[in-house]
């Protein structure tokens, strides 16, 4: 029985849409990530005896002819078919699902992904073809939805489902979390079998590179972070270190002109221990002479690891700082302080690593005053990279329901992101407009990237690493028109 997987087509005359981000967009930067989700699923599926096929149409990208060309090309057989969303596509990717129900009526049809989990009824109220939508994490859902469907069971039973039943809209409980991680496959496995590496770029590490996970979920409690309260929780669960540095293996042998390991927890050094052991065994196997790693890292990381790190071959971390006022931080639940964020900064600069800082504007209690805050920092703190962006209140987080209630969103799904796919803001706060928003962010970037003192950093970290220099100038490439603008 086969399982066709699909990461739809959307926006592709404008670029390479990526819904993995957590800010789904077309990046100017022209970074795409792995549909990551979408890919355990199906190695979860392969692994389980079943024929996958899986198609990652922006990853082409592919117009929707192109895509439903190759749907008819591919899906003979077929008995499930898996369409991932996010919010920005959620039209885009329902009216997708329709046609397909429609050209495979025996086919059973279902969406997964954040938007369907946070909103699972009236996903489907949007539709009167598919069949279900999966909630939260859906490796497991779509293997059970498989198995029934391949032994004559009865699909809707399957837990972390919401389906259609008589007329009306019916949901199973949850499907609980996987804590054995190490029996999921390895994704770079099933991306080697599947999806071409080279189609993926992201702008902050070298090229080509892997992305992958190496936990789930996250303790942290940010009240804007979409994917831990809409996909995984806020459990950290993991793999052990000596399953993640054999995938690691597996990648240096399978990948020789891999370069870079993305490892895309949301807090990869929630625990300093197994980070420690993961460092130790990348270093006794020779891993940090093979490829550069980078990972997303709060600002309570210490200066004993972030050594350890930098000596295992890491280069680059990703805080997120968000904010120059303590105030706002309190207000978002970030659970870190402005002291702790130069003390991060500093340390890292020691340990001799990079920072890629994500700052953002439109929380709660933001004025015009915490934003040039937020931009003074930001300049004080003079990381590596950095990037800006408005408050996305994703549906499914506390920041969406804060801004829902009061009345502080304007507009609909598709008005997360503009007609050529980049970010667009919907907020309208009481004394501070959504193109204010967007205008400051703008010029914080024009601020930050167009000071003689950074212009002369990057020529000089190109001199001393010419792959550095091409990664700059690839990503440059697509963000200098945006700057000049």
């Known amino acids: 029985?086969?399982?066709?997987?699909?990461?739809?087509?959307?926006?592709?005359?404008?670029?390479?849409?990526?819904?993995?981000?957590?800010?789904?967009?077309?990046?100017?930067?022209?970074?795409?990530?792995?549909?990551?989700?979408?890919?355990?699923?199906?190695?979860?599926?392969?692994?389980?005896?079943?024929?996958?096929?899986?198609?990652?149409?922006?990853?082409?990208?592919?117009?929707?002819?192109?895509?439903?060309?190759?749907?008819?090309?591919?899906?003979?057989?077929?008995?499930?078919?898996?369409?991932?969303?996010?919010?920005?596509?959620?039209?885009n990717d329902t009216v997708c699902a329709d046609r397909l129900k429609k050209m495979y009526p025996d086919a059973f049809v279902m969406l997964v992904g954040t938007h369907p989990s946070a909103l699972p009824d009236e996903t489907l109220n949007n539709s009167k073809l598919i069949d279900a939508v999966a909630r939260h994490e859906y490796d497991y859902i779509v293997r059970g939805v498989a198995r029934a469907l391949r032994d004559g069971g009865d699909p809707f039973s399957v837990q972390g489902l919401t389906y259609r039943k008589n007329g009306s809209i019916a949901s199973n409980p949850d499907m609980p979390y996987i804590t054995e991680l190490d029996e999921i496959p390895f994704l770079s496995e099933f991306v080697h079998r599947h999806l071409n590496y080279k189609d993926y770029f992201f702008a902050a590490g070298r090229y080509p590179e892997i992305q992958m996970f190496t936990g789930r979920g996250c303790m942290a409690r940010c009240n804007f972070c979409v994917y831990p309260q809409t996909m995984h929780g806020h459990q950290y669960r993991m793999r052990s270190p000596e399953n993640v540095v054999a995938e690691l293996e597996y990648i240096a042998r399978t990948f020789p002109d891999v370069k870079e390991i993305v490892f895309e927890d949301d807090t990869f050094t929630m625990k300093r221990d197994r980070v420690l052991e993961i460092c130790r065994l990348m270093t006794e196997k020779g891993l940090h002479k093979r490829f550069r790693w980078l990972c997303n890292a709060r600002v309570n990381l210490d200066l004993e690891t972030m050594k350890a790190m930098k000596k295992a071959g890491c280069h680059l971390i990703i805080p997120g700082i968000e904010s120059g006022s303590q105030e706002i931080l309190n207000n978002i639940r970030k659970g870190t302080t402005i002291?702790?964020?130069?003390r991060y900064v500093e340390n890292a600069k020691e340990a001799g690593l990079q920072i890629h800082a994500c700052y953002m504007?439109?929380?709660?209690?933001?004025?015009?005053?915490?934003?040039?805050?937020?931009?003074?920092?930001?300049?004080?703190?003079?990381?590596?990279?950095?990037?800006?962006?408005?408050?996305?209140?994703?549906?499914?987080?506390?920041?969406?329901?804060?801004?829902?209630?009061?009345?502080?969103?304007?507009?609909?799904?598709?008005d997360y992101v503009k007609e050529d796919g980049t970010i667009n803001c919907l907020l309208e706060l009481p004394e501070i407009t959504g193109e204010e928003l967007v205008r400051f962010c703008d010029e914080a970037r024009k601020k930050y990237y167009m000071r003689p003192k950074y212009i002369m950093h990057r020529i000089a970290m190109g001199i001393k690493d010419p792959s550095d220099m091409r990664r700059s100038l690839k990503a440059f490439s697509k963000i200098w028109k945006f700057l000049l603008k």
């Open 1 to 91: 029985m086969k399982v066709f997987f699909l990461n739809p087509s959307f926006k592709a005359k404008y670029g390479k849409f990526s819904r993995e981000n957590r800010s789904p967009t077309v990046t100017r930067s022209g970074t795409l990530y792995y549909p990551l989700w979408l890919i355990y699923a199906a190695a979860v599926c392969e692994k389980d005896g079943f024929e996958v096929e899986f198609l990652d149409a922006p990853a082409y990208p592919m117009t929707h002819k192109q895509q439903y060309s190759y749907i008819a090309g591919h899906a003979c057989g077929t008995k499930l078919f898996v369409v991932n969303t996010s919010t920005p596509s959620i039209v």
């Open 339 to 342: 002291e702790q964020v130069h």
């Open 361 to 414: 504007v439109g929380n709660k209690g933001e004025t015009r005053e915490t934003m040039k805050e937020t931009l003074r920092l930001a300049l004080e703190l003079d990381t590596d990279t950095a990037q800006f962006y408005p408050l996305l209140p994703f549906p499914g987080t506390e920041a969406y329901f804060w801004a829902k209630e009061n009345g502080y969103i304007r507009g609909g799904y598709t």
